[in-house]
Every structure is written in C-alpha cells, then in structure tokens.
C-alpha cells in the first residue's frame, strides 16, 4: 500500500514538471566572448539539479574515503567486543555448571587491555568502552571464583590481579569485586583479607543485606560475638533471617560473650538482665550463667536467676544449681521450692531439692519426707544417697545401711547401662 502510495506521488510529481515545462517559455543566455551559449530555462534547471546530485556524491565519496580508517575501526571493535561478550558469557554459564577448568579457558579468550577491545574502542567507538569493559571484570571476577574452586594459588593470584586493575575506583563493578574477593577470602578463612576488602565499601554498600551476611561469617571468624549478636540482629529485623536462624546465632554469639565475662559475676549479672527474654530462657545458657554466679558466690543473684526461668518455663535440671550454692536466703529458696511443689507435686528433682535444702537449715523431718516422697515417685542415687546421709546423721545406722546399698546398686546399673550403650 505504501509503495503505490508513492508511486502515485512521483507519477503526479512527473506529470506536474512536465506541464510547467510547457508553460514556461524562457531561456538563458551566456555570454563569453567570443562565445554565446543559449540554453532554455528547463535544460538549465535540471542541468543545476544534476551538477548539484553529482557535487553531493563527489564530496560523500570523498568523505567516506577519509573516514574509512575510522569505520575500519569500529567494525572491529565492535566485533572485537562481540567476541568478548560471547567469551565472558559463555565463561558464566561454564561456571555455573561447575566446569570450572572450561570457565578459566573461556575467560582467558577475553581482552584485557594492550591490544584488545577495549584499546581499539578507545581509540573509536568510545560509546562501547563501558561495555566492553563490563565484559572485562565479568570473565575478571568469573576467573577468580574458578581458580579459587580449582584451589590454584597461582591462578587466583593473576585473576585477582586482573580484577583489581579492571575495576579503578570509581568503576561500576568495583562493588561486585570487592564482594567476590571477599567471599572468596572468607571461604579459605583469610579474615585479614576478607576484612580489607569489606572495609574498603563505602558505608552504603555495607549496608547491603550481601555485605552483611559477609560481615557476619568475618565476625564468626574472628570470634567477635558482639558484632555477631548485632549483625544477627540487624538481619533478624529486616527478616534476612527467621526467629529460627537466627536463635541459635544468638545463643551461639551469648556464650561467646559469656566467656570474657568469666570471673566477673557483677558484670555477669548485669549483662544477663540485658539479654533478650527468648535468649534467657536457653536451658545451657541459664545453667552456665547460674552455675557462675554460684561459683563465685553470688548465690542471691544465682538464685533469682533460676527463680525467674523456672517461674517462666519448668526445667528440673536447674534445681541442682539452685540447691548447691551454700549460701544465700535458704528459707527463702524453701519457700519457693514448696511454692513450685504446688505446681510439680510428682516432680522427683523438686522433692529431692526441697529434702536436701531442709537438711541444710536442719529441719530433720520435713527433709526425711521429702526425700522419702521423692523415692516413691523415682528411685533415683542421689535420693537414696541423701537419704543414707540424714539417716546417718540421726544416728539411724540400719535404715542408713540400706539405702547405702541401694545406692550402690542403682550406681552399678546406672554404669552397666552406660557400658551396654557405649558397646
């Protein structure tokens, strides 16, 4: 349709020039003595129309010709740069599939600098040197993750040569290699150079949930639990991670810390109080706190400590930290067992907290009781043990003597079960 469109067009057009040389009935004159040239004004219009056609195509011959060099140029930077692309995509996918001696193959096939794409479209088509340069640092940063799975010291070394010198300062994938040489410093635990790297992001990119996660396992590295507990934290809020994840790196970050503060149980006890209350009810970590502050002698602050956790969620296994610390307000620990017993009537370990605590303040009776009560729910060696021991005490020799020997056999099965498991 369009074609007859313009057929009809120059069919009019012709038609038209043709009737408005019939009309016209001038001419030019030349004079140039001795000669005299007389042309009619049709003639003379188309011959300038011709002479203007034929100067256009001269100076465009012209023109191209001068400019040859230039176009030879960029053809063949842009086929050089194609070939690049093919070469670092191909390099990527190779990767990908875990071929990583074929990815370092076909990132070697890139140009580097000196004679390659990017000098040739230096010197013409500068609007595909941030292309081809592109294509650079990716086989770069494709050949550095491939010599580091192929472990090739060398290998990584002149690609991570290779890297840094494709990406100055202020180049688009400055980021992306330093992110890879950290990862990959991180995966051979060379934290000093995965530390370099991450610190050389600007505070931006380290605000990255990527540049986090790599600030992460650097902190775990090193042992630093407190940027740990925060980094976790941090990840946790942005839903980077899940209560799930990320409990156990807390945990894990809270015994770390829990380690330097051994030794200084005021310190200890401030900073459990400023621990979050999922991270308090931890079983091993209430017990390691407990058992510390025990060890030190700060049994009013021991003793809170499991009053609290048991008041919130009932474990039997703190009770022997509570029971043990000799000093602090023994009624008190009484009376809040008694309180628990309320709860736990049927629970062994209570009563056998509660007998050995009555003991303790010499309250003969209601100790007999409870550890009695305590064998009639589990006939446990320590029961029986505690109970040999008051009977003892109250000069009770036969009834001592047989709970001795129950004792003992509840010991010598106890350790032939643990030899038979063992086997």
């Known amino acids: 349709?369009?074609?007859?469109?313009?057929?009809?067009?120059?069919?009019?057009?012709?038609?038209?020039?043709?009737?408005?040389?019939?009309?016209?009935?001038?001419?030019?004159?030349?004079?140039?003595?001795?000669?005299?040239?007389?042309?009619?004004?049709?003639?003379?219009?188309?011959?300038?129309?011709?002479?203007?056609?034929?100067?256009?195509?001269?100076?465009?011959?012209?023109?191209?010709?001068?400019?040859?060099?230039?176009?030879?140029?960029?053809?063949?930077?842009?086929?050089?740069?194609?070939?690049?692309?093919?070469?670092?995509?191909?390099?990527?996918?190779?990767?990908?599939?875990?071929?990583?001696?074929?990815?370092?193959?076909?990132?070697?096939?890139?140009?580097?600098?000196?004679?390659?794409?990017?000098?040739?479209?230096?010197?013409g088509e500068t609007a595909s040197a941030g292309t081809a340069a592109s294509a650079a640092v990716l086989a770069s940063l494709v050949g550095l993750k491939a010599a580091s799975a192929l472990h090739d010291p060398a290998r990584i070394a002149a690609w991570r040569s290779r890297a840094s010198a494709s990406t100055p300062d202020k180049n688009d994938w400055r980021a992306a290699r330093l992110m890879t040489e950290a990862e990959l410093a991180l995966d051979a635990r060379d934290f000093a150079t995965a530390q370099v790297a991450l610190d050389e992001l600007t505070p931006k990119e380290r605000r990255q949930i990527s540049a986090q996660r790599l600030d992460l396992r650097l902190a775990q590295g090193r042992n630093d639990w407190a940027a740990v507990l925060h980094i976790t934290r941090q990840l946790e809020k942005h839903k980077v991670l899940s209560a799930a994840q990320a409990l156990p790196l807390r945990l894990r970050a809270q015994h770390g810390i829990l380690d330097s503060l051994e030794g200084e149980p005021a310190q200890l006890a401030r900073y459990w109080q400023g621990m979050l209350a999922t991270e308090r009810l931890d079983l091993p970590l209430a017990q390691r706190v407990a058992r510390a502050l025990g060890s030190a002698g700060v049994c009013a602050e021991s003793a809170r400590l499991i009053e609290d956790y048991l008041d919130e969620q009932w474990e039997s296994a703190l009770l022997e930290d509570y029971v043990n610390c000799p000093g602090g307000d023994v009624l008190g620990r009484i009376a809040h067992c008694e309180k628990w017993l309320h709860e736990q009537p049927n629970d062994a370990a209570l009563l056998l907290a509660l007998g050995r605590l009555c003991a303790r303040q010499q309250l003969w009776g209601k100790a007999q009781s409870y550890l009695e009560a305590s064998l009639a729910v589990a006939a446990t060696c320590a029961a029986h043990i505690e109970l040999a021991r008051l009977l003892d005490h109250l000069e009770r020799v036969d009834e001592a003597n047989r709970h001795y020997r129950a004792a003992a056999d509840c010991l010598s099965q106890t350790q032939s079960r643990g030899g038979r498991k063992s086997v």
């Not at 030349?30 to 003639?43: F, H, K, M």
């Not at 011959?47 to 256009?56: E, G």
């Not at 670092?88 to 794409?117: D, I, M, N, P």
Request: charge should be positive; proline fraction near 2%.
């Open 1 to 123: 349709m369009r074609a007859l469109f313009w057929l009809l067009t120059l069919a009019a057009l012709a038609i038209g020039l043709a009737l408005l040389g019939r009309v016209s009935d001038g001419y030019v004159l030349w004079v140039i003595p001795p000669w005299r040239i007389e042309l009619s004004l049709n003639l003379f219009v188309l011959a300038q129309l011709l002479a203007v056609a034929v100067t256009y195509l001269l100076l465009r011959a012209i023109s191209s010709t001068l400019n040859l060099p230039r176009v030879v140029g960029e053809f063949r930077a842009r086929r050089a740069r194609l070939r690049d692309e093919r070469a670092a995509t191909e390099a990527l996918r190779l990767l990908w599939e875990g071929r990583y001696g074929h990815a370092l193959k076909s990132a070697e096939k890139v140009s580097f600098g000196g004679g390659g794409a990017a000098s040739i479209v230096g010197a």
